[in-house]
């Protein structure tokens, strides 16, 4: 195994558990998530939604074949996730020291080198469907 997959896995596994680790507390309304959720003006649905977005992504990430676009989709998540951080929730939510908001870069930073790793899996998905075909 070369060094580039091993990075490779290691960074989608990391992505992939927290993503996965945080579905609990959406999923079952934990009073935290119901909470943070609600100070953004979208709970339940956001909430819900959110979980599902993570678990696709989560699960994306854990496939070699789909580890491009599930970076993708973690890295868009976690976008939002670190905005919503800087204007609406703060850096500190609930006395947690950030730990939220460090979890957030953490996935999206996994997710962008995973991208660039898998770039050729990006290539082959654009050749596929948007390149025209002549």
Known sequence: M???NIISWVLRIVAAVILLQTLYFKFTAAPESVELFTKLGVEPW???GTGI?????GILLLIPATGFIGSLLAAGLMSG???S??????????????QL???AILVF???VITAILH???????YNKFFKSKK
């Open 109 to 111: 930073i996994c997710s």
């Open 119 to 125: 770039k050729q899996q990006g290539y082959s998905l």
């Open 53 to 57: 977005i993570e678990l696709f992504a």
């Open 2 to 4: 070369s060094i580039k």
């Open 85 to 98: 951080h800087l204007t609406i929730i703060g850096i500190e939510s609930k006395g947690d020291g950030g």
């Open 46 to 48: 956001g909430r819900i």
């Open 101 to 103: 908001f460090m979890l």
């Open 81 to 83: 996730a670190i905005l």
